[in-house]
């Protein structure tokens, strides 16, 4: 698995497809987070924006290879496992972008409530970031499963799928990813700090069964 791991990073790295998503999602933070913004607010935007750049990761690892060296790589290592590093690749790359991301903005915002009244604790609420970031990334990766190949084979109704799944997944009450961004605002706005672990336990629980039924389809189609 490991050889795998690193197969699909080189990839990844060599084709240069991560580029669009990192400079829209260095964008979106530009656009969206100024220095001296409330920090929890500034954590809540840098996660939501995540999720479709982590959905879009999956969509490029997947398809990073054409059909013959999919093909190929499928007969050596097992087309289930070929394809949950793939997947696990964009979640390391989703997870590192948004690692990064949170601890730039963790610095640059101010420590302080929505109304700049209470005093907010930098790394608590960084901590707290990161675990909403994870969360997004995780739900990003379960949308980016659902909706590319296997189950979804024709970029016309994929991308279309991602670009809605990955919108529903922030606002559709009961998502963990809206779970985890609300307790940031909320916490923003009362000047406490949450810990948002069981949106992150629920996010996983989706990527891990999204990832689990992928890849037992690309088993069984290959």
Do not use: K
């Amino acid at each position: 698995m490991t050889a795998l791991l690193r197969y699909q990073a080189a990839l990844l790295v060599r084709s240069q497809r991560w580029l669009p998503p990192v400079i829209l999602y260095a964008a979106f933070l530009g656009v969206g987070v100024q220095s001296g913004q409330p920090v929890l607010d500034s954590l809540g935007y840098t996660a939501a924006a995540l999720l479709p750049v982590a959905a879009w990761l999956v969509r490029i690892c997947a398809t990073n290879e054409p059909p013959a060296a999919r093909s190929c790589t499928g007969a050596a290592a097992g087309p289930g496992r070929a394809h949950l590093a793939c997947v696990l690749v964009a979640l390391a790359a989703a997870g590192v972008l948004g690692t990064a991301a949170t601890v730039i903005v963790t610095i640059i915002s101010a420590p302080t409530s929505t109304a700049h009244d209470i005093r907010v604790e930098p790394l608590p609420a960084g901590a707290a970031g990161l675990l909403a970031a994870l969360a997004c990334a995780l739900l990003g990766t379960a949308v980016g499963a659902l909706t590319n190949w296997p189950l979804l084979r024709s970029p016309g109704r994929a991308v279309p799928a991602l670009l809605l799944g990955a919108l529903l997944a922030l606002v559709v009450v009961g998502s963990p990813a809206r779970a985890a961004i609300t307790a940031l605002v909320d916490g923003s706005q009362r000047g406490t700090i949450p810990v948002p672990a069981l949106p992150v336990l629920a996010a996983a629980l989706c990527a891990a069964a999204t990832t689990a039924l992928a890849c037992a389809l690309t088993t069984r189609r290959a």
